[in-house]
């Protein structure tokens, strides 16, 4: 083999992997760093939603909070929500529906990270809240989600 034909396999296949990522609508860069910056109000509750994982990146996840559907995931992005203090359920629609019932109190900051499993006919995923310094990491790491909420 040439290398030019190994160059031109390797083109078409690096085209095809760029191709198999999830595209999910993407918040401003304002918002993201703000985000990031991890201040919440003392009246408030702060909930992040992550998945750090490129693993089943071509599969969008959907994402709601009490039962209101905020919008998607993709590879290496997250959601931030600043919400009244009390109960409140995330769900993670895949293959699965993976729920997780968190009781936010004022001032606080709660991370979920949202995990990808191999499903029978599509990906799956498992919701697991995680510690500050883990859930800070994480969503370090990836590039804010526009949420419908």
Same mark, same amino acid.
């Given at each position: 083999?040439?290398? *030019?034909?190994v160059?031109?396999?390797?083109?078409?296949?690096?085209?095809?992997? &760029?191709?198999?990522? +999830?595209?999910?609508?993407?918040?401003?860069?304002?918002?993201?760093?703000?985000?990031? =910056?991890?201040?919440?109000?003392?009246?408030?509750?702060? !909930?992040?939603?992550? *998945?750090?994982?490129?693993?089943?990146?071509? #599969?969008?996840? /959907?994402? +709601?909070?009490?039962g209101?559907?905020?919008?998607? /995931?993709?590879?290496?992005?997250?959601? $931030?929500?600043?919400?009244?203090?009390? *109960? $409140?359920? #995330?769900?993670? #629609? /895949?293959?699965?529906?993976?729920?997780l019932? !968190?009781?936010?109190?004022?001032?606080?900051?709660?991370?979920?990270? =949202?995990?990808?499993?191999?499903? &029978?006919?599509? +990906? *799956?995923?498992? &919701? =697991?809240q995680?510690?500050?310094?883990?859930? =800070? +990491?994480?969503?370090?790491?990836?590039?804010?989600? $526009?949420?419908?909420?």
């Amino acid at each position: 083999m040439s290398i *030019r034909s190994v160059f031109a396999v390797i083109s078409v296949l690096w085209v095809m992997l &760029l191709g198999g990522c +999830a595209s999910v609508p993407m918040d401003s860069m304002s918002s993201d760093s703000e985000s990031k =910056q991890f201040i919440v109000p003392a009246d408030k509750s702060s !909930i992040y939603v992550y *998945r750090n994982e490129t693993f089943g990146g071509a #599969i969008p996840m /959907t994402v +709601a909070l009490n039962g209101r559907v905020a919008g998607q /995931t993709g590879p290496k992005t997250y959601f $931030h929500w600043v919400v009244d203090p009390g *109960r $409140h359920e #995330i769900s993670s #629609i /895949t293959e699965n529906t993976s729920t997780l019932v !968190i009781d936010t109190q004022p001032g606080e900051s709660y991370y979920i990270w =949202q995990e990808v499993k191999m499903g &029978l006919w599509m +990906a *799956r995923s498992l &919701l =697991q809240q995680v510690d500050t310094p883990t859930g =800070q +990491a994480g969503v370090l790491e990836c590039k804010k989600a $526009h949420s419908n909420l």
